[in-house]
């Protein structure tokens, strides 16, 4: 069984600066992609960002530009580096383990999420 542990989330002015990261712990698979999701208050849970096992990353066309996301095998850790947020950024983020692909659904393992809010 996979656990994923996300930290880093705080409050930032717009403009500023996070680094999220996900701690994975338990066995692993490397055979899927491990990715960051979204959800703000009253909205549907939406796709961040993925990264292959080789190192291939897909971004929502609205962080494309800002946010880099990385991982770590040798570590187990995950990291997705924000940039610019903006305050349509806010929202509480998770850390998922499952295909490589945009889609929530396909996501196997989930974290607790970790609150990100952006001020005007």
């Known amino acids: 069984q996979v656990q994923l542990v996300e930290s880093g989330g705080g409050l930032v002015q717009s403009g500023g600066s996070l680094r999220l990261s996900c701690a994975i712990s338990?066995?692993?698979?490397?055979?899927?992609?491990m990715g960051w999701f979204r959800q703000a208050p009253g909205k549907e849970r939406e796709f961040v960002s993925a990264?292959?096992?080789?190192?291939?990353?897909l971004y929502q066309d609205s962080v494309k530009g800002r946010f880099t996301i990385s991982i770590d095998y040798t570590k187990n850790m995950v990291y997705v580096q924000m940039n610019n947020l903006k305050p349509e950024d806010t929202a509480v983020y998770y850390c998922a383990q499952g295909p490589f692909s945009m889609e929530p659904s396909r996501y196997r393992y989930w974290g607790q999420g970790t609150q990100v809010t952006v001020s005007s």
């Open positions: 990264i292959s096992m080789t190192g291939s990353a």
């Open positions: 338990g066995r692993t698979d490397r055979y899927y992609a």
